[in-house]
T-cell receptor, first 115, second 113 residues
């Protein structure tokens, strides 16, 4: 099993360009998430999905859009990149165990630099 | 709003020198408290889930404990390979928080040989 796979691993953009980060999971998990990680800020939730065809806003959604057309894929889009979006992006998927707690499995991350 | 505060921000130990990391939390009803380990350039890796005050879980040199306001990650006789950033997260009960985890900023642990 590959787990959670993110592509690309690295990307450099110019201000105003657009791009899409792809996340794929092979664990048949219902829930998927996009986090960003910045020095001194920790992991912050951008958007999440509780099932195919559904998405919801997290803590820092502005400037990002997401889509979950297939259960195994969760796409994060930047329509007009800004330097403030320079970050490491982590995708995660999860299942709910009997207690109702969600155990997240993370991908390896995508490092994005916006010049 | 759920909040997680981890201390210290960084901790440097000698090999074999036991210590503890702290995670203080505020949540409107705890569904679960999670500990993750993150190595440089990698994604967080799940370690433990704790559900209620008084609960303890162990894995090799790590033991996690939980009270109503905080969790500790005890590291006994650490080795250099235990060097990593340790993240704490909480999941609240009910409503829109049912699926989301709120993370602390982490503690960077360095174990010197």
């Amino acid at each position: 099993n590959a787990g959670v796979t993110q592509t690309p691993k690295f990307r450099v953009l110019k201000t105003g360009q657009s791009m899409t980060l792809l996340c794929a999971q092979d664990m048949n998990h219902e829930y998927m998430y996009w986090y960003r990680q910045d020095p001194g800020m920790g992991l912050r939730l951008i958007h999440y999905s509780v099932g195919e065809g559904t998405t919801a806003k997290g803590e820092v959604p502005d400037g990002y859009n997401v889509s979950r057309l297939k259960k195994q894929n969760f796409l994060l889009g930047l329509e007009s990149a800004a330097p403030s979006q320079t970050s490491v992006y982590f995708c995660a998927s999860s299942y709910m165990i009997s207690s109702g707690a969600n155990v997240l499995t993370f991908g390896a991350g995508s490092r994005l630099t916006v010049l | 709003e759920d909040q997680v505060t981890q201390s210290p921000e960084a901790l440097r130990l000698q090999e074999g020198e036991s210590s503890s990391l702290n995670c203080s939390y505020t949540v409107s009803g705890l569904r679960g408290l999670f500990w993750y380990r993150q190595d440089p350039g990698k994604g967080p890796e799940f370690l433990f889930t704790l559900y209620s005050a008084g609960e303890e879980k162990e894995k090799e040199r790590l033991k996690a404990t939980l009270t109503k306001k905080e969790s500790f990650l005890h590291i006994t006789a650490p080795k250099p390979e235990d060097s990593a950033t340790y993240l704490c997260a909480v999941q609240a009960r009910g409503g829109g928080s049912n699926y989301k985890l709120t993370f602390g900023k982490g503690t960077l642990l360095t174990v010197n040989p």
